[in-house]
């Protein structure tokens, strides 16, 4: 339906405008539409695909990988380049992005590192080759097209049992990205923190993701048992997620070189997935 009314908003200012009518004979609002929710492979789920993915070719293993291990949108994993790619510090430097074989600034028009998991920096090196600049080519050494990334994708989540209609948006390639922000807030990570990593332009879109972290609702629920003397005393205020967690000055987080951010509480860090 609204559709139909942009359309119909369209058509009404261009005959004011052509003088076909004098003005506007109403306004057209657009009707309100609810938030679905954002589709995306659980944790075993997403295993399932990786195997899967694994089994069919290097290719698509590395497609699934840097979306759901690297955040990924398909044309900065089409027009991703071997001079992106740190092996060594196991980072890459996501810098461009590939529409139809224009090569244009990522969505949101800046750059962005995010570190590798051991997983698909293994990928990556296992993959290695001279034959191009870019990481993803056919057969024929041509650059994937969206349309190839797209199927293969989709071949890999058919393989895993992951079809449409076991679940709505299952398959494709988005779906792995949306996987890569929701595993991470449900390990607890910042949403600052995922909003870099994804290359959000705002937080809002971050916070579509939030709901899964645990850690957060679990924070905000224990500043109800802090007794008020203690908070008084001079403890600090961690930020979990996006709820704020009291803590002593000592449990501080820590950032390494490497990119690579966790609680010296023995949690495991949030990047390795």
């Not at 840097?66 to 992106?84: Q, T």
């Not at 993803?136 to 209609?165: F, H, W």
């Not at 971050?206 to 008084?232: F, W």
Request: hydrophobic share 40%; with cysteine.
């Amino acid at each position: 339906m609204n559709n139909v009314l942009a359309v119909l908003s369209v058509l009404l200012k261009k005959a004011v405008e052509w003088e076909v009518i004098e003005r506007m004979p109403c306004s057209v609002k657009l009707l309100p539409v609810p938030k679905g929710s954002t589709a995306f492979y659980d944790f075993d789920e997403y295993e399932r695909l990786v195997e899967a993915a694994r089994a069919h070719d290097p290719r698509t293993l590395l497609i699934v990988l840097l979306g759901g291990e690297a955040g990924l949108r398909c044309g900065e994993m089409i027009a991703l380049e071997w001079a992106d790619v740190d092996l060594v510090n196991r980072q890459v430097c996501v810098r461009r992005s590939d529409w139809n074989g224009n090569v244009t600034t990522p969505k949101g028009g800046r750059l962005r590192h995010v570190p590798l998991t051991r997983r698909l920096a293994a990928a990556l090196a296992e993959h290695r080759h001279l034959r191009s600049a870019r990481v993803l080519l056919q057969d024929d050494g041509q650059p994937l097209t969206r349309q190839i990334v797209q199927t293969r994708a989709k071949r890999a989540a058919r393989r895993a049992g992951l079809a449409e209609g076991m679940k709505p948006g299952l398959g494709g390639v988005h779906i792995l990205r949306h996987s890569f922000c929701s595993h991470l807030a449900m390990r607890g990570a910042p949403a600052r923190a995922i909003q870099e990593l994804a290359g959000h332009k705002d937080l809002a879109m971050t916070q579509r993701y939030m709901h899964l972290s645990p850690a957060a609702l679990d924070a905000a629920i224990r500043l109800l048992e802090e007794p008020a003397g203690r908070l008084q005393a001079g403890r600090g205020v961690q930020d979990f997620g996006d709820v704020g967690e009291t803590a002593p000055r000592d449990e501080k987080r820590s950032i390494n070189p490497g990119g690579k951010l966790a609680v010296r509480q023995g949690f495991e860090p949030w990047v390795q997935l």
